[in-house]
């Protein structure tokens, strides 16, 4: 495992135990509501070794595990970004709207470098400067302009995917079996991030970092 797959894994895990505190009642005490900062990360690291170890034969695996870190780490901030925004306004979908696509961003980056690193390189400049210097620079911006475009575009449905689920999870169902708003919400968060979950790996795999 690469030093940098090991922190990413480790900074996920502690993500993770971010909001996971938040479910355990305040009555169990302070040391088993932080405990999860511990078990965590050793769970993000190891599941990520049986990923790796997968991989190898089947690279999609790989693929997806790392997919799924990444987007576990980006819903963390989605979570705790619409929880910051909420104190200064009532609730609203808009701020919803504003967290998932800061989220967005993280998962563009992480995707870009850390889970498609090979799909997303640019075409590689001919030898010796053959055929002109420039336009092999030339080409690779327009390939870093189209995996943009292509990203934002597939990214947007997703956006409407992760909303309509987030509506129908908290003005729709409701809060249900006697849980409390804020819980219900991140359940929801979570729920629509599932969802789209699924949309945005097939379309970033296929459709934006692909070969």
């Given at each position: ?96 709207g504003v967290s998932f696509l800061i989220a967005v961003a993280v998962k563009y980056f992480a995707n870009k470098h850390w889970t498609f690193p090979a799909r997303s390189a640019s075409p590689a400049r001919q030898p010796n400067g053959s055929h002109g210097g420039g336009h092999s620079d030339a080409g ?72």
């Amino acid at each position: 495992m690469k030093k940098q797959d090991f922190i990413f894994a480790i900074i996920c895990g502690l993500s993770v135990a971010w909001v996971v505190v938040d479910f355990v009642p305040m009555k169990y005490g302070t040391p088993y509501r932080m405990i999860g900062f511990i078990i965590l990360p050793i769970l993000s690291v190891i599941g990520l070794y049986v990923v790796e170890f997968i991989g190898k034969k089947f690279l999609f695996i790989h693929q997806a595990g790392k997919f799924a870190l990444a987007g576990v780490f980006a819903d963390v901030v989605d979570i705790k970004i619409f929880q910051l925004l909420i104190i200064f306004a009532p609730f609203s979908l808009f701020f919803k709207g504003v967290s998932f696509l800061i989220a967005v961003a993280v998962k563009y980056f992480a995707n870009k470098h850390w889970t498609f690193p090979a799909r997303s390189a640019s075409p590689a400049r001919q030898p010796n400067g053959s055929h002109g210097g420039g336009h092999s620079d030339a080409g690779g911006e327009k390939h870093e302009g189209r995996e943009v475009i292509c990203f934002f575009l597939v990214t947007l449905v997703g956006l409407f995917i992760n909303v309509v689920a987030f509506y129908c999870a908290t003005e729709i169902i409701h809060p249900q079996f006697g849980i409390s708003v804020n819980i219900w919400i991140e359940l929801s968060i979570i729920f629509a991030a599932l969802v789209t979950a699924a949309w945005n790996f097939l379309g970033y795999k296929f459709l934006v970092f692909k070969k």
